[in-house]
């Protein structure tokens, strides 16, 4: 059994107080049924990454149950959707090393490296990504793909009770770019509208927040999410390690109540000791930082004269770390949901790169990139949490996901963050 939540040894996760104890067979935890799992064996978070491993991590949840239906998905793309621009590798490399050569004159202390061409591709599996026009911000790709997602839904945006934007890359710290995107949109005022910034992470963030909203105001039963990244605004043109992964765009989705199979509950994980592996924070020293814009359909170089964030990534150890602790995460939501692995149709894993995409996919079902792992990272590079959204978009509309097809989504970001789930088409 569960004791009543009524002293500080309890904690709070989603919005429900849980103990750090035992748990008895066919326990309910916050509403949802435990079905017979082992109990907690004391220490960690429930929910977290702690040394007793995922069995211990994933107790808490039951993924059968639904709690939204998928209702619509839409995208925005720079250059296709948006004002922008696609870089290929080779204009990429010409801009570095632009980049370079005018550091070596105002900076002769910070050591650049040349950029290969050839690099991104043979290293990251990307080709090319897009990078939205300067004249626009994070706000007019998150409404651009919220209306994409009303279209595809065909709900009025009077049926919108909540809006959950994730965004990393924010035009500023105030007011939120949910907030925005309400009155683009001409949201009525008993919406609640919010961000949350988990980074890669974030899509599936908004739709952990999306369970509980669903449905509570019963006038507007209906949820909006949003993934919006200008990640080209944060990277440091100098960078040989983020910049040429990464690239712009938005992913958008709208949920309802669940009529019938849609999305299980979302698992959603922390990792904070982790948390300096991915990092955007002020570059220190006076030195110029440089950004590659567009404007007008071409790209340039420009020195940054309104913020000095850059991101910063320490892709090795994160790439030792996702594929060490995703894979037997996943198996173990998988297992709690009474689902093989081989009756899982997709996969639709956050696009960090190709090789890690490829090393998770070798790992759980002996397969990388490919029709059960799809990808877009070639083309549009890392757009952060906007990946899984796009994504999901694409193989709906390309017919590869739809009635009697079950997706496990998955995704990890700065934090580190974590989340998963289970779609049914």
């Known amino acids: 059994m569960l004791a009543a939540c009524a002293t500080p040894a309890g904690s709070l996760w989603g919005g429900r107080c849980v103990y750090g104890v035992g748990f008895g067979r066919n326990a309910v935890?916050?509403?949802?049924?435990?079905?017979?799992?082992?109990?907690w064996r004391g220490g960690g978070i429930v929910g977290g990454w702690g040394s007793g491993g995922p069995s211990r991590s994933l107790n808490y949840l039951h993924p059968t149950q639904m709690k939204a239906r998928l209702l619509g998905t839409g995208r925005a793309l720079p250059g296709e959707d948006v004002a922008g621009y696609l870089l290929d590798n080779i204009e990429l490399a010409a801009l570095m090393n632009e980049v370079r050569e005018r550091l070596a004159i105002e900076a002769p202390d910070q050591v650049v490296l040349p950029s290969d061409p050839e690099f991104p591709e043979r290293r990251l599996g990307v080709k090319s990504r897009r990078i939205l026009d300067s004249s626009l911000n994070v706000k007019d790709l998150a409404v651009a793909a919220a209306r994409s997602a009303f279209e595809d839904s065909g709900v009025a945006a009077k049926s919108?009770?909540?809006?959950?934007?994730?965004?990393?890359?924010?035009?500023?710290?105030?007011?939120?770019?949910?907030?925005?995107?309400?009155?683009?949109?001409?949201?009525?005022?008993?919406?609640?509208?919010?961000?949350?910034?988990?980074?890669?992470?974030?899509?599936?963030g908004c739709m952990y927040a999306a369970e509980g909203a669903v449905g509570r105001n019963p006038n507007r039963p209906n949820v909006?999410?949003?993934?919006?990244?200008?990640?080209?605004?944060?990277?440091?043109?100098?960078?040989?390690?983020?910049?040429?992964?990464?690239?712009?765009?938005?992913?958008?989705?709208?949920?309802?109540?669940?009529?019938?199979?849609?999305?299980?509950?979302?698992?959603?994980?922390?990792?904070?000791?982790?948390?300096?592996?991915?990092?955007?924070?002020?570059?220190?020293?006076?030195?110029?930082v440089y950004r590659i814009r567009a404007r007008d359909g071409k790209a340039y170089v420009e020195a940054d004269t309104i913020h000095r964030y850059a991101m910063k990534m320490e892709g090795r150890e994160v790439f030792k770390d996702m594929v060490r602790l995703l894979p037997p995460r996943i198996e173990a939501y998988a297992q709690r949901a009474g689902v093989d692995l081989d009756d899982i149709d997709l996969f639709l894993f956050h696009q960090a790169n190709e090789r890690m995409i490829d090393a998770m996919g070798q790992r759980l079902i002996g397969q990388g990139v490919g029709?059960?792992?799809?990808?877009h990272v070639e083309t549009l590079g890392n757009t952060s949490s906007a990946t899984v959204p796009i994504l999901l978009d694409q193989v709906r509309k390309n017919g590869s996901f739809g009635p009697g097809k079950r997706a496990l989504l998955c995704a990890f970001g700065t934090g580190y963050s974590m989340g998963m789930t289970l779609l049914y088409g």
């Open 371 to 375: 029709e059960r792992i799809p990808a």
């Open 29 to 39: 935890v916050g509403g949802w049924q435990t079905a017979g799992l082992t109990g």
């Open 224 to 288: 909006l999410t949003v993934s919006s990244e200008f990640m080209t605004s944060a990277l440091d043109a100098s960078d040989r390690t983020t910049m040429p992964v990464c690239g712009d765009g938005a992913g958008a989705a709208v949920y309802g109540p669940p009529e019938r199979e849609g999305l299980s509950n979302v698992w959603m994980a922390t990792r904070g000791s982790s948390a300096e592996n991915i990092t955007l924070y002020p570059v220190p020293g006076t030195r110029p």
């Open 160 to 204: 919108i009770g909540a809006v959950f934007v994730n965004t990393t890359t924010p035009y500023g710290l105030a007011p939120s770019t949910a907030s925005a995107v309400h009155d683009a949109l001409g949201l009525e005022e008993d919406v609640v509208a919010y961000d949350q910034s988990l980074g890669c992470n974030g899509s599936l």
